[in-house]
């Protein structure tokens, strides 16, 4: 298995544009977390799913940000309008529904909105 | 999920082992505890997890006191690559329990 796959890497947008982040876990991972991690708030979890149902969604910061999982193999993660102050790395987690399993992150999608 | 306390950062020399401890004074009885370490650039990896006494993998050891109210993560032989921030978490993981991470330690190696 390729692991866990976030499209794009690396991601320069504009302030006020829509900029959508895209994830594909790995197969048969029934978990999957959509963290943020910048060097002042550190590793953030924004909102996790299970079975593509949203479980929690505590960690999203605003109403800008939403999640989606149209099925087992794609998640995203969209913000709109962008602003400066969410230039963060994003990170895509997944994970088995099997007791203490560890879960497998992506590469992350650096993101800078100017 | 059970509070974890663990040094902000620690540096090293190649060649020395290392011990990061985490405190988790309200650990319950079904937490695991559980360690991942992020190189910088990437996302954070499992290292090991345990529940008590000892535990040994390729990578590294974890230690577990009768209490379980606090766990070492013991590399042996650190090398420039082991430079990384290590990652202390401590629930029960059991159907997917949110994985959330504290500010964990950096550990700096140093040549």
């Known amino acids: 298995d390729a692991g866990v796959i976030q499209s794009p890497r690396h991601e320069v947008t504009e302030m006020g544009q829509e900029v959508t982040l895209r994830c594909k876990p790995i197969?048969?991972?029934?978990?999957l977390f959509w963290y943020r991690q910048t060097m002042m708030r550190g590793l953030e979890l924004l909102i996790y799913f299970n079975n593509n149902v949203p479980i929690d969604d505590s960690g999203m910061p605003e109403d800008r940000f939403s999640a989606k999982m149209p099925n087992a193999s794609f998640s995203t993660l969209k913000i709109q309008p962008s602003e400066p102050r969410d230039s963060a790395v994003y990170f895509c987690?997944?994970?088995?529904?099997?007791?203490?399993?560890?879960?497998?992150f992506g590469q992350g999608t650096r993101l800078t909105v100017v | 999920l059970a509070k974890t306390t663990q040094p902000i950062s620690m540096d090293s020399y190649e060649g020395q082992e290392v011990n990061i401890t985490c405190s988790h004074n309200?650990?319950?009885?079904?937490?695991?505890i559980t360690w991942y370490q992020q190189f910088p650039s990437q996302g954070p990896r499992f290292i090991i997890q345990g529940y008590k006494t000892k535990v040994t993998n390729e990578v590294a050891s974890l230690f577990i006191p009768a209490d379980r109210k606090s766990s070492t993560l013991s590399l042996p032989r650190v090398s420039l690559s082991d430079t990384a921030v290590y990652y202390c978490?401590?629930?029960?993981?059991?159907?997917?329990?949110?994985?959330?991470f504290g500010a964990g330690t950096i550990l700096r190696v140093k040549s």
């Open positions: 197969s048969g991972h029934d978990y």
């Open positions: 978490l401590v629930g029960e993981w059991e159907y997917g329990n949110k994985l959330v």
């Open positions: 309200n650990i319950a009885t079904n937490d695991y």
């Open positions: 987690a997944s994970r088995p529904t099997v007791l203490n399993t560890e879960a497998f």
